[in-house]
């Protein structure tokens, strides 16, 4: 990487607070400069790295990024904590949801990356490769593009190593979350988000959700700086005591994403932290003379992640997605995480209807780009075309 300092930094790698920009060795990401804030403790330890802005309207997480910043005091730390605040460069004041608009593609499904591909896939095998080299741990913030309603939650990746599992889902609770959803071990093979892409190559990455419709509110920043403190202390970078933890943590291990099945207007039943049951009515579909045309029903008896929050939604396009919780965790009567899941998390209040599997695409189904994100186990699918929600 070429690193530039700021006047008011001291020199990179050095004990101390560095602030400036950098690039990146491929030449064809070369035309764009990285802010960077990498604070080093006098004691070598652990090296932590944050980012956010990947979607550049998720602006709770960029200010989080921000304000981490000042929170890391290099006489009082062991190791190095090292912040990209924003990621997606050619986004910015471009308002692009989702996507960056040089390629197309989704940085968030692109990883572990690819040094032979475009712009979006060189992006994240430089983030890996050069950026998070010795990284013990990956934090990308995330949360509440323009469109959408996210709830407070987590995201780490399953795999076949139970050691790598253990410290995965262990930084995934260190965030006072709703849900932590641990992605299925099938996601693995195929370019996907960074727990996906830092777990297929035997590394640690974890993503953490909170905001609403691109507006900075104080509970989703402060829910990404607490947890990313946690995750420091956690490390061992940190020897301060951990915040206290109010909200549920329900273990999840799938994601469903669930398509608009017709053009019109949603109207959503239900809100993002919200318990939901299998073939619940989540919300109806209506034609601009107020008709309902569709019915959107519950796959699975789960948690409401995140929905859209603009009622004019295409076929086919993402309207919300839902956290199956974990059955082992489900099943453990007297549990407390099971308890706090039925007082802490919302109740539903929808109505039940008999489930269209129509409302769904096959399972299977991938867009031009591969990215056939929403693998579950349970037999549903809804594929995410490009340039719509994509968290």
């Given amino acids: 990487m070429k690193i530039t300092a700021s006047s008011n930094s001291v020199a990179y790698g050095e004990p101390g607070i560095f602030r400036g920009h950098f690039s990146f060795a491929d030449p064809r990401l070369s035309g764009y400069m990285w802010p960077l804030c990498e604070i080093r403790g006098d004691r070598d330890g652990p090296r932590l790295c944050i980012s956010a802005g990947v979607h550049v309207n998720e602006v709770a997480a960029i200010e989080a990024a921000v304000r981490l910043q000042k929170l890391f005091d290099p006489r009082k730390i062991q190791g190095s904590v090292s912040i990209i605040p924003l990621v997606n460069q050619p986004a910015l004041y471009k308002y692009s949801e989702y996507v960056c ?18 712009f979006s896939e060189i992006l994240c095998d430089a983030i890996m490769n050069e950026w998070c080299v010795g990284a013990d741990c990956y934090v990308d913030m995330h949360g509440g593009d323009l469109r959408e309603n996210v709830s407070k939650f987590t995201i780490f990746q399953h795999t076949d190593d139970p050691v790598l599992d253990e410290r995965a889902r262990r930084m995934a609770m260190c965030f006072d979350a709703e849900l932590v959803v641990g992605l299925p071990v099938a996601h693995i093979p195929k370019p996907g988000r960074p727990p996906t892409g830092f777990a297929s190559k035997n590394r640690l990455a974890i993503m953490s959700e909170a905001g609403a419709n691109g507006l900075v509110d104080e509970a989703s920043v402060q829910f990404h700086v607490d947890g990313v403190l946690n995750v420091a202390r956690a490390l061992g970078i940190l020897d301060t005591p951990s915040t206290e933890f109010q909200r549920a943590r329900v273990p999840c291990d799938d994601y469903i994403w669930v398509a608009c099945p017709t053009d019109g ?121 490009v340039g719509t929600r994509q968290g």
């Fill in 265 to 385: 207007e949603f109207y959503s039943e239900v809100e993002p932290g919200d318990r939901i049951h299998k073939d619940q009515r989540l919300g109806t579909i209506c034609d601009l003379f107020g008709e309902t045309v569709a019915e959107i029903a519950a796959p699975e008896t789960g948690f409401l992640l995140w929905r859209i929050t603009h009622p004019s939604i295409p076929n086919g396009s993402p309207v919300l997605a839902i956290a199956v919780e974990e059955r082992a965790a489900s099943q453990r009567k007297g549990d407390i995480r099971t308890q706090q899941s039925q007082t802490t998390i919302r109740p539903w209040h929808g109505t039940n209807v008999r489930f269209k599997p129509e409302l769904l695409q096959k399972k299977g189904n991938t867009d031009e780009n591969h990215n056939d994100y929403s693998i579950t186990h349970r037999g549903f699918v809804a594929c995410c075309p």
């Fill in 101 to 118: 608009p040089l390629d197309g593609k989704n940085i968030n499904f692109s990883f572990p990356g690819d040094p032979n591909g475009s």
